[in-house]
């Protein structure tokens, strides 16, 4: 299996406080792998560290095998990485149109309402005044139309419904057989092969696979 991108002894330092330890991490490309771990586990700056919205302190970041640790997150987000924050992910004053064809290549996003149906009415909505649910509905959306070759996602069923939930990790699933999709949940979706790793305070506690994974006690 090929690695598309992966941390190497990647520390991450906000202020006095240390939230990444040497974490190694690998993402195998068209796979889906989940991030798991408590608030304040890491999982997010894993995320961050690998889009380049925070800085390394110490370690790399390998991207196919290039070295991009020093590569600005615009510059990264031009290369093909989609990252979908847990906030503030969708353009607020824009309307859900606009949210998705700036999204699109070429502006076609089908596939965004065949995938969510309940944004076809909302289309004329400004982003800003979606529920929380829908929001990252139109969020997941923009991620699923982007065309990026490597999506990373902070809780992307966060606020759904259940049903609205499981869809969304259909969604991911069928997208991670042509692309890396890393998602940072504090569970494990359940039914979806998946490479897990779970984070405790800033340290990798469990690489593996998601069938190797269950059965393991919580914590």
Do not use: K
């Not at 139109?138 to 699923?144: E, I, P, T």
């Not at 809780?155 to 991911?172: F, I, V």
């Not at 991670?176 to 506690?205: F, T």
């Amino acid at each position: 299996m090929s690695v598309e991108i992966e941390l190497r002894a990647a520390r991450v330092r906000y202020g006095p406080l240390e939230a990444l330890h040497g974490v190694d991490l690998a993402v195998p490309a068209r796979s889906l792998t989940v991030l798991l771990g408590r608030n304040g586990s890491g999982r997010t700056t894993v995320l961050r560290a690998l889009a380049g919205t925070v800085a390394l302190t110490a370690g790399r970041v390998v991207w196919r095998g290039e070295d991009v640790t020093r590569l600005p997150a615009h510059h990264r987000a031009r290369r093909g990485l989609c990252l979908v924050p847990d906030v503030r992910a969708v353009h607020a004053g824009l309307t859900v149109t606009e949210n998705l064809r700036l999204a699109a290549p070429g502006g076609e996003f089908t596939a965004a309402l065949d995938g969510y149906p309940a944004l076809r009415p909302l289309l004329g909505r400004r982003a800003g005044t979606l529920s929380g649910g829908e929001q990252r509905m139109l969020a997941v959306s923009r991620a699923l139309v982007g065309g990026a070759r490597l999506v990373l996602l902070d809780e992307p069923a966060q606020g759904m419904a259940p049903e609205t939930a499981e869809r969304t990790y259909d969604l991911l699933a069928q997208l991670a057989r042509e692309r890396a999709v890393v998602v940072a949940e504090q569970r494990l979706p359940p039914g979806r092969p998946a490479i897990v790793h779970r984070l405790r305070r800033g340290n990798v506690v469990f690489s593996g696979e998601s069938a190797e994974f269950d059965g393991l006690a919580p914590g």
